[in-house]
């Protein structure tokens, strides 16, 4: 049976890699443990987390997409937080499944995640094993959370979290700040690639957005060295979040200019900068 794979990036610190497709952080303190996103819910996060702590355990949403909230049903003794902005997406997600596969069954878009991501993010592991892992029984179509927001701060026992607010991908995108470690945990709001959705009339409205979110983190950089980020690595240098803030000044100020491609399941338009992608105007 295939097993979600830990890697630990800091003492009582992990990543658990949900088969390549998405990341999740387990950080401990002396006192409890945060798990840092859960995945799309395919396997079994859970039996993972407990092997690495035996500590209570609270969950940080990082944002509302699928692939970073779809497992929170696997601790229902847990306190969920995210955001506020991010509310409607859960919703959002269920009407997404009912024109994919004609049902609010999110198992269905387990399975969509899995054949349209894994040939790219995972290639070397067999598709059909994967589905094997997809739950078998229905799970909730919502769940319960509490609000946290730009500033907030979560007591582990002798190591302090802090929230950050980055939107730009969504609207309640936060990153998770742990000096102990000196890691960001940053989502999808700084990966190897940013996918920003298309606007209308090619606004650059989230453009200035993502640019905002990067001034504001690179004036943090003091605090932190690396990126715990959502998808296609497991840390990154911090660097990246400079070349975030340069790519999109550029965008903005027209010395970068992007161009449409199709690349795996992105469709778009792009721009590069040293270790930066930004799909900006994506439609896929």
């Known amino acids: 049976m295939l097993k979600h794979e830990v890697t630990q990036i800091a003492p009582h610190t992990w990543c658990i890699s949900e088969f390549h497709l998405v990341n999740a952080f387990l950080v401990e303190g002396k ?14 996060l859970a039996q993972i987390v ?5 500590k209570p355990l609270i969950v940080l949403i990082t944002h509302g997409h699928f692939d970073h909230n779809g497992g929170v049903f696997e601790f229902p003794g847990s306190t969920i937080y995210q955001h506020p902005a991010d509310a409607c997406q859960r919703e959002q997600t269920m009407k997404m499944i009912e024109n994919l596969a004609g049902c609010r069954d999110e198992n269905k878009l ?14 070397e592991l067999d598709v059909h094993e994967l589905l094997k892992l997809v739950p078998t029984e229905k799970t909730p179509e919502t769940y ?4 946290m927001v730009d500033g907030t701060e979560f007591d582990l026992g002798g190591r302090v979290l802090k929230v950050v607010h980055t939107p730009g ?27 920003l959705m298309r606007q209308p009339d090619n606004d650059t409205a989230l453009i200035k ?10 004036a943090l950089e003091a605090d932190y060295d690396k990126l715990g980020v959502g998808h296609d690595a497991v840390t990154i240098d911090k660097q990246i979040v400079k070349d975030y803030l340069d790519l999109t000044t550029g965008l903005l100020d027209g ?12 469709k778009g338009d792009v721009a590069r900068l040293g270790m930066a992608e930004l799909w900006y105007q994506c439609d896929a």
Request: charged content about 25%; proline content about 3%; overall charge negative.
């Open 209 to 218: 957005i993502c640019n905002q979110t990067m001034v504001k983190l690179w």
């Open 110 to 123: 387990r399975a969509y995640y899995i054949t349209s991501r894994a040939p790219i993010r995972c290639p």
């Open 144 to 147: 319960d959370w509490q609000p």
């Open 50 to 54: 407990r092997e690495l702590t035996d």
């Open 169 to 195: 991908h969504s609207d309640g995108e936060v990153s998770i700040l742990d000096k102990t470690s000196r890691t960001l945990f940053s989502g999808d709001t700084a990966n190897v690639g940013i996918i």
């Open 31 to 44: 006192e409890r443990a945060a798990l840092i996103d859960t995945g799309c819910g395919i396997g079994n």
């Open 255 to 266: 010395t970068i200019v992007g161009k449409y491609e199709e690349v795996g399941f992105r």
